[in-house]
């Protein structure tokens, strides 16, 4: 019996408008304002000092470090990389000793770009600014549950890791676009180095806010913010219900009201959260204490110049080398696990024509599909993986020598043992069909089926399976079929 | 001509900021603040066509240090400034609403 709860498909006729905001730690040695320790997992409270507990008489001085994992975030996301300021956002939390949030408000270091899904599909970013992280609170008593909880117990070594909050717009429109924009934002994000993309450790930490509209309708509806969302999984399931409770709600004659929700995984639904007053007057105002950031040119041209190619541009490039589709599940693939390099690999060993770095279109498509398959699927043994040898064999089949169910094989076994694709191939009993004698068989075969071959002459088109099945019996498998069938159709 | 302060505004931002004040507090701050408002109000009679707004008081920007570890405090010592401790953590009554 399934625990999932059961989640109706959205009506007909309701559009879905995400946006989201997504909290990346960034992998500075030491916090946004303090030499303190930047390190998930120490021992509560040991990474604090009089600037990160708020203590009297302490005074912030901004880290170089995180400024430039901002600005690479921001190069990488096409914004604009401006001057800016830093204001307090005021509230009253155990989280924060200060009782405010050093954060940016109307002035962010990063204003607007985009990013771009596998799909093709660009979406917005709204700003990527920088802000404290706060402490970890943990609810304690009543089974662990806040509002059973008996009381909280506070670790303030989070508290002053620098973060970039990156705001989209709202332009998703289904969980499944959510969780692409996520899992590219986190690919980005990784890329440039600001972040090791862990949502299990909370490095990275998404907030939806979900609303729902009649299709075809300009105006949006109102939005809940869904939080506490670990997992791309959870964040997809999250909004589809959030989807659906809206829907049924304004279809029972009620109205969304704002509000901030929380997501229970167990429970698999979300739960308003934040019910008292004034909960959103944070009361910003410029923070004395800090002077405005505002990146000298040279430096953030230099920063530009030193990021490696990004997910998409890199898809492009697998795209314009394969044939394949940029958004093809095989080329996604390919760049997620950074395997890029095996199909350059094919291309560094030949120079074929109407290539693309080397390998023509249809060798590195057979180069790209091997490395979505078997090297995605033994990724230990893919980081032993020799590239010369891989492009070897890659050629090898390309070439006819293996056919693929042999190359599939051989490939196997140099990712579990390493090892030449060649000798693997003769170890097995892959001898390379000579052409010669493919010829012989093919004609053989041909011989022994006079009745068959005249009705296959006469446009027959469906007794080439018959042919070729025979031919491949006749060669114990080993038989090039893209050849048998190219030499069948020549004696015709 | 923006509306002036009311005491009504006085304390909300005095709840927001969890200050309890008095009756007469509240008038008194009232009135304090509505003249502090009426020189803001002053200064925005000015024309201050191409002035760049001042964000700081200092003619300084990029205040940078290197992302450098420094010590930090021993915990027995942190944790002794604290109310209640447990698990080495800090203990607060329960809290109602989650953090941001």
């Known amino acids: 019996m399934s625990t999932e709860p059961v989640v109706p498909a959205p009506s007909s006729g309701w559009e879905t408008v995400i946006g989201l905001e997504v909290h990346c730690e960034l992998r500075t040695q030491t916090k946004l304002f303090c030499g303190c320790r930047n390190s998930f997992g120490e021992e509560p409270n040991t990474n604090v000092c009089p600037v990160c507990l708020g203590l009297p008489g302490s005074l912030p001085v901004l880290n170089r470090a995180a400024v430039e994992y901002a600005i690479r975030i921001g190069a990488a996301l096409h914004s604009t990389v401006q001057a800016s300021m830093f204001h307090r956002k005021n509230y009253f939390y155990p989280d924060m000793p200060k009782d405010y949030q050093i954060s940016q408000y109307d002035v962010p270091i990063n204003a607007g770009g985009w990013l771009t899904l596998p799909g093709g599909r660009r979406i917005g970013i709204v700003r990527a600014h920088l802000e404290e992280d706060t402490g970890k609170t943990t609810h304690v008593g009543g089974g662990g549950r806040i509002h059973e909880a008996t009381r909280s117990l506070v670790d303030y070594n989070r508290a002053g890791v620098p973060l970039v909050e990156i705001v989209s717009a709202p332009d998703m429109r289904s969980a499944d676009e959510a969780r692409a924009y996520v899992d590219e934002l986190r690919a980005i994000l990784v890329a440039t180095g600001a972040s090791d993309g862990k949502m299990e450790e909370g490095s990275l930490r998404v907030d939806a806010n979900v609303s729902v509209r009649p299709a075809g309708s300009e105006e949006f509806g109102t939005r809940c913010e869904i939080k506490n969302m670990n997992s791309l999984r959870s964040l997809g399931r999250a909004v589809d219900y959030e989807v659906s409770r809206q829907i049924q709600l304004i279809e029972s004659g009620g109205v969304v009201s704002q509000e901030t929700r929380h997501w229970d995984e167990g429970a698999g639904r979300t739960a308003s959260m934040r019910s008292k007053e004034e909960a959103y007057d944070y009361r910003y105002f410029p923070e004395p204490d800090l002077v405005p950031v505002d990146p000298p040119e040279e430096w953030v041209a230099s920063i530009k110049a030193s990021l490696p190619p990004m997910p998409s541009e890199r898809r492009e490039r697998i795209a314009e080398m394969s044939g394949l589709p940029a958004g093809s599940e095989a080329v996604v693939t390919v760049v997620r696990l950074g395997l890029d390099d095996l199909v350059e690999a094919v291309g560094a060993q030949g120079a074929d024509t109407k290539s693309v770095g080397g390998a023509s279109p249809a060798v590195a498509a057979i180069a790209v599909k091997r490395a979505a398959n078997e090297v995605a699927s033994d990724l230990a043994g893919a980081a032993n993986l020799e590239r010369s040898s891989f492009a070897k064999l890659v050629r090898m089949e390309s070439s006819g020598q293996l056919t693929s169910a042999q190359a599939r094989t051989v490939l196997k076994s140099m990712l579990e043992a390493g090892g030449d694709p060649e000798v693997i191939a003769e170890g097995l009993g892959f001898e390379a069909m000579e052409s010669g004698g493919l010829e012989a068989i093919v004609d053989d075969v041909i011989a022994a089926h006079p009745e068959e071959w005249a009705r296959y002459s006469e446009g027959e088109d469906k007794l080439a399976g018959f042919f070729i099945g025979h031919v491949k019996q006749a060669t114990q498998g080993k038989a090039d079929l893209k050849s048998a069938s190219a030499l069948l159709r020549s004696r015709r | ?100």
């Open chain 2, 1 to 100: 001509m923006p509306r002036s302060i009311t005491t009504d505004d006085v304390a909300h931002v005095a709840r927001l900021a969890r200050l309890q004040l008095s009756q007469e507090e509240l008038t008194r701050f009232t009135q304090q603040l509505a003249a502090v408002l009426d020189h803001a109000r002053d200064v925005e009679s000015l024309d201050t066509t191409g002035v760049v707004p001042t964000a700081h008081a200092l003619p300084l920007v990029n205040v940078l240090r290197d992302d450098v570890v420094t010590p930090s405090l021993d915990r027995a010592t942190v944790l002794a400034e604290a109310p209640e401790v447990e698990d080495h953590r800090f203990r607060v009554p329960k809290i109602l609403g989650d953090s941001q």
